[in-house]
């Protein structure tokens, strides 16, 4: 099989890093795969040959039997030249990796109008696609109102595999967290919608823990703030972004999601894969994703819940390691997801 992948760039993100991780799968496979991208960003090597090209420019696609597309610039890249793409007889799939309504706009920090116009924009380029691939069942309902076309769920999968942490720094500070603390992880872009205040708050209550923050992003000055404010600065290790995020999960006593909306994060399979027990929000998605006795859930902006649910977390993390690597063995692996996307291409391809 040949296969066009189409992704904004290179760069070291969700949508990228599961681009990535299907070009090996259909490598390893035996299938021609290579991968086109359009901002000159690097961070991930792929398996494949990988060409940038410009927005409108065009690109021989005969040569493939299809192509898929990740991220709404790829999307209306694919938009803009569907004609060419139609003539060559070759099958668009594309990959959702948000919900694409108003309202997850909108929790997502648009504001209405323009949420309006991007859930518009969404609706017209998805809608001519051959099939849209959705991570999970919540997110198949709400597309489902939306797009007339093909409609498949395809979950998102990691491979993961533990080994040292790059800088030694950061291990050498963690360690000393851990020697007097019992340590809380995320890893995550940090933005309003990570609801990662809910922790600092969490941690007045919660003296026996500190806080390590692997990520960077628009909300992380606030954070440091509100942690000077409530008085636990001291229990707050703020790392910053680092490539291998997922390798910092073995130091973590318990993994913390306070999201208030995701599509499918890649941030609690590896933290899954690493057999790390983890607190979630008593959010829809994340109950699709990890079964209610694999984790703790507390109720979203309820830091008395969110503290009740940390002890009873640290209380069983043995027993709850053990039960969410072993869902993530049976249902959350790269090569689960590539398996499925590989049959779903077959099909297309067969027509």
Same mark, same amino acid.
């Given at each position: 099989m040949r296969i066009a992948i189409l992704i904004p760039s290179l760069a070291n993100k969700g949508p990228v890093i599961v681009a990535k991780d299907l070009s090996r799968f259909f490598v390893e496979n035996r299938c021609d795969c290579h991968v086109y991208y359009?901002?000159?960003?690097?961070?991930?090597?792929?398996?494949?040959q990988c060409t940038k090209i410009g927005f409108f420019e065009n690109v021989d696609f005969s040569q493939y039997d299809i192509v898929h597309v990740h991220c709404l610039r790829p999307m209306l890249y694919a938009y803009l030249h569907r004609s060419q793409l139609k003539k060559s007889n070759v099958k668009v799939v594309a990959t959702l990796h948000q919900?694409?309504?108003?309202?997850?706009?909108?929790?997502?920090?648009?504001?209405p109008l323009l949420a309006s116009c991007i859930a518009y924009v969404n609706k017209i380029a998805y809608n001519s696609t051959d099939c849209n691939v959705v991570l999970s069942g919540i997110q198949h309902q709400l597309a489902n109102g939306i797009l007339k076309n093909k409609i498949e769920?395809?979950?998102? #999968?990691?491979?993961?595999?533990?080994?040292?942490? @790059?800088? =030694?720094?950061? $291990?050498?500070?963690? %360690?000393?967290?851990?020697?007097?603390?019992?340590?809380?992880?995320?890893?995550?872009?940090?933005?309003?919608?990570?609801?990662?205040?809910?922790?600092?708050?969490?941690?007045?209550?919660l003296k026996d823990f500190a806080f390590v923050c692997? #990520?960077?992003?628009?909300?992380?000055?606030?954070? @440091?703030? =509100?942690?000077? $404010?409530?008085?636990? %600065?001291d229990r707050c290790l703020w790392l910053g972004y680092q490539s291998d995020a997922a390798n910092y999960y073995q130091y973590f006593d318990l993994f913390v999601m306070t999201t208030h909306s995701e599509g499918f994060p890649l941030a609690l399979i590896e933290a899954a894969g690493n057999r790390t027990a983890s607190v979630l929000s008593n959010i829809e998605i994340l109950r699709q994703i990890i079964p209610a006795d694999c984790a703790v859930f507390y109720e979203l902006d309820n830091i008395e819940s969110l503290s009740a649910a940390i002890v009873e977390a640290y209380n069983h993390k043995d027993?709850?390691?053990?039960?969410?690597?072993?869902?993530?063995?049976?249902?959350?692996?790269?090569?689960?997801?590539?398996?499925?996307?590989?049959?779903?291409?077959?099909?297309?391809?067969?027509?």
């Open positions: 359009f901002d000159e960003i690097k961070g991930l090597d792929f398996p494949c919900p694409i309504t108003k309202q997850a706009f909108v929790i997502g920090g648009y504001n769920i395809i979950n998102n #999968g990691r491979n993961v595999s533990c080994a040292e942490i @790059k800088n =030694l720094e950061n $291990k050498r500070l963690i %360690e000393e967290f851990s020697a007097k603390y019992k340590i809380l992880g995320s890893a995550s872009v940090i933005t309003k919608g990570k609801g990662l205040d809910q922790v600092v708050n969490a941690l007045t209550k692997v #990520g960077d992003g628009p909300e992380l000055s606030a954070l @440091k703030s =509100l942690a000077i $404010k409530n008085g636990v %600065e027993e709850l390691s053990s039960k969410i690597y072993n869902h993530y063995i049976n249902n959350l692996t790269a090569d689960i997801m590539g398996k499925k996307y590989f049959s779903l291409f077959e099909n297309i391809k067969k027509g």
